[in-house]
């Protein structure tokens, strides 16, 4: 799986636009780009994923460039239960064979 | 984190003592694995199995034991508990093409 960079915290004030960067410069072109969350004490939870065209689901939209090398995640209204570790993760889609290796994440604070 | 459950919640463990962390799923998952995530740190895949009969080591096997004798169990055995493996434990399983589901966690403390 390519590497993925994502900067270590990021602060959101409630009610506004959060966009999570993530750089995967060495992004191979069947490699799909996750984003899964973590709330504090709970398991990671699905958030979206994409190949190259941008996505959107009741959650959040991914923004994926168009040379794939980068993507935001951005959840348009952010609220105080949005704060959470966000892991951008770059994989196969397979038949599941390959384990998701998470990385440290971004820790998004969303302030009142 | 719907069908994938991890028993026991919380845990404490002597040094030298062994246990089992159990998870199971019923949603007919082939894939199934386990994490810990330390304080402040990111989740470290132990195991994973990819059906029954099927396992291999992750990014921190050492110390850990799993065997996966049918679909729905995974359970995680620790031989000899050192400090060093207090953590929180996750269990997650995966249907091919369809997105991770992750258990409750399991809090592990070693004295």
């Known amino acids: 799986d390519a590497k993925t960079t994502q900067p270590p915290s990021m602060d959101c004030a409630e009610g506004r636009a959060a966009n999570l960067p993530c750089n995967h410069s060495?992004?191979?072109?069947?490699?799909?780009v996750y984003w899964y969350r973590q709330i504090h004490s709970q398991g990671p939870q699905y958030i979206i994923h994409?190949?190259?065209n941008n996505e959107t689901n009741e959650m959040a939209s991914l923004i994926i460039t168009e040379d794939r090398k980068s993507s935001t995640l951005i959840l348009p209204h952010a609220t105080l239960r949005d704060t959470a570790v966000y892991y951008c993760?770059?994989?196969?889609?397979?038949?599941?064979?390959?384990?998701?290796?998470f990385g440290k994440g971004t820790r998004l604070s969303v302030i009142a | 984190n719907a069908g994938v459950t991890q028993t026991p919640k919380f845990q404490v463990l002597k040094t030298g003592q062994s246990m089992t962390l159990q998870c199971a799923q019923d949603?007919?998952?082939?894939?199934m694995s386990w994490y810990r995530q330390d304080p402040g740190m990111g989740l470290r895949l132990i195991h994973y199995?990819?059906?029954?009969?099927?396992?291999d080591q992750g990014e921190v096997p050492n110390g850990y034991n799993v065997s996966r004798s049918t679909t729905e169990d995974f359970p995680l055995r620790l031989l000899s508990a050192a400090p060093s493996q207090t953590s929180v434990y996750f269990c997650?399983?995966?249907?091919?093409?369809?997105?991770?589901?992750f258990g409750e966690g399991s809090w592990l403390t070693v004295v």
């Open positions: 997650a399983s995966r249907a091919p093409w369809n997105t991770i589901y």
């Open positions: 060495t992004i191979s072109g069947n490699e799909y």
């Open positions: 994409g190949l190259k």
């Open positions: 993760i770059v994989r196969v889609e397979d038949s599941g064979n390959t384990p998701l290796v």
């Open positions: 949603m007919n998952h082939e894939y």
């Open positions: 199995s990819v059906g029954a009969g099927i396992t």
